[in-house]
């Protein structure tokens, strides 16, 4: 809870992300509606109570008339379209997003001159499933949610995304936007052209091999059943670090083939791939302390500390 | 059940898989009994109740004298040494393997000479675990179980064995062990592979990256967990197959790389993905019926059946 009784949340795009965003800020005692472009979709959304229509005037100013956070929950193609409405209609309250991918989506909103109150952020998590059905009100519980301190971000705003993210249950990840884009074309992209790629390999096996397959294909193909469109609108817009990510995993594999051809080995491959995966099991979240936002030089601070695996826990 | 009272199976190597063999084996019934090499791995097998030791001429001569079914747990490199004790001391008992890739443990078979009683087998069920400590009686609740039905294999011992894999909660699918070889580098050994390379990419991304990881980094690299030695027992006799898949799969990857350099789309990838992540979860074992070993072809039947995604759910 915040303490800030009139703290008001409008989300912009209730499908899963966006959806749960707007579940756990009314769930944590904020003033919360949304707007969704789907008739159906406000439906749904309102058939379980929540106060979202398509209407995306009426949604936007009334977030100008109270003061709300815009957390902006469509996929990046929606983007644009969503901008020039929030620059009509709520151009001076706090905005943040939910897209992924941050440097492009900065890029926007600075083209919609929306920078001053712009705080870019990720909360990581989700599942394969997609829209307001799958949404829930704990999906960010313990989750990392990239916060983005770029030169230029004001401190007012991003104190107020940071108290929305913990209230939504989730500990807050300083990132500056290019770094934190390459970090998710490793941890959140590739795995999803992988998981393609395994799916491809495995079907091509034909009812044998997909009768014979258990966890490990059933867990290395899981985000394959997302919808391909969704996992476009995903990891297109990160074009650039994807592909640098995956130039470098081809470059592992084709090495994993020759000696696998040459010697009958993967020696390499496993030892490294298990000293990874043991890295990744050991790695801590640290709390980050002492460093309040509006300091002097907060924001590289807050770039480095996260940089270093720490995070937000609380805000005082 | 069986109704066999007086069945009897005999497990060499008593971790993850055999274990586990022993433990079901044991609930539904038979007299079940095991050797495992190391001391401390029998001692722990006993302190759970079961009769395990490290003596394998006394564990196989029990087993010939009450004509168990062996079980052959042991990683591919300590196959050699097991069936030479199984040819000095149980050389007429029905013999079964648990060694995940089919045709280099027939072969190693034949050149023992113990062809005549045996029956390729491979459980699809496992855990990045390993050892006695994570084996367990409900492993194959479910699971496929693949039996060989190579030229030669006899209707008696076959029938044994698909026995026990079902009193163990499989369905049995009958397959060319060569087939079967082709068809777990597809869902088996590719996965490992993929979860190395996924988890090196993860890591390289240091204590961001690996800080920001959510459910699709973890559920792809979940088997990078697994010993490296193991990995490399499980792949590595089965090289040529995997080479064969590998060798595809960078070419889907390098063909994705191209399309997203060139025009900054996934577009095939994520269509052709999605399309057989959805071929995998719309495949439905169906029960092989009518078809008994030793019959007029029995074994071209059961393979083509097994080909075609059939299971013997039961023997009758």
Known sequence: M????KAAVCVLGTGLIGGSVLRAAAAAGYEAWGYNRS????????ADGFDVTSDVEAVLRRAAERDAIIVIGVPMPALDTVLSDVKSF???CV???VVSVKAPVAEAVHRHELGAHFVGGHPMAGTSESG?????????????????????VRAEPWTRVARLALDCGAVVVPVLSDEHDRAVARISHLPHVLAEALAIQGAAGGNLAL????????DGTRVAATAPELVRAICEPNAAALLEVLQDTLRVLGAARDTLRDSGDIADLTAAGHSARVDYDDNQRWAITGIRPGDHDWLDQLADA????G????LD
Chains 1, 2 share one sequence.
């Open 306 to 309: 996260g940089r270093r695996g």
């Open 90 to 92: 709520a151009p001076d």
């Open 39 to 46: 008739a159906a979709g406000s439906k749904s959304a309102r």
């Open 95 to 97: 905005l943040t997003d």
């Open 311 to 314: 995070v937000l826990k609380t």
């Open 211 to 218: 009768g014979l397959a258990a966890g490990s294909f059933r």
């Open 132 to 152: 307001w059905a799958a949404s829930a009100p704990d999906l960010f519980e313990d989750a990392a949610w990239a916060l983005s301190v770029d030169a230029g």
């Open 2 to 5: 915040t303490g800030h009784p």
